[in-house]
């Protein structure tokens, strides 16, 4: 399960087992056996460092995160773009009328 997590990610993230490995100090070897589950139960210290080197919470590798949290990847990347801009969560309704006008535009343009 982790080892699964771990690559479907790291492949996510345009990284080979080489790039992710040698980033996060460990042996590509090692890299490779967690991912096949071969290694089930890492230590949490290498788990840090592959969670930095994906950019991920430490919880979304061991998938500790609960269920109705795991959004479609796309959605997680589109949220951190907010954050990277100064978005804020209490924000969000200030951009909702944006999103409303949107949604309107691509249902006038499909209509048409």
Known sequence: MIGNNIQQIRKRKGLTLSECAERANISKSYLSNIERNLNQNPSIQIMEKIANVLDVDLRTLIGTTPSNQHLDNEWMDFIKEL??????????KEYKTVIEFARWQKEKDNSS
């Open 83 to 92: 954050k990277k801009s100064g978005v804020e969560k209490g924000q969000l």
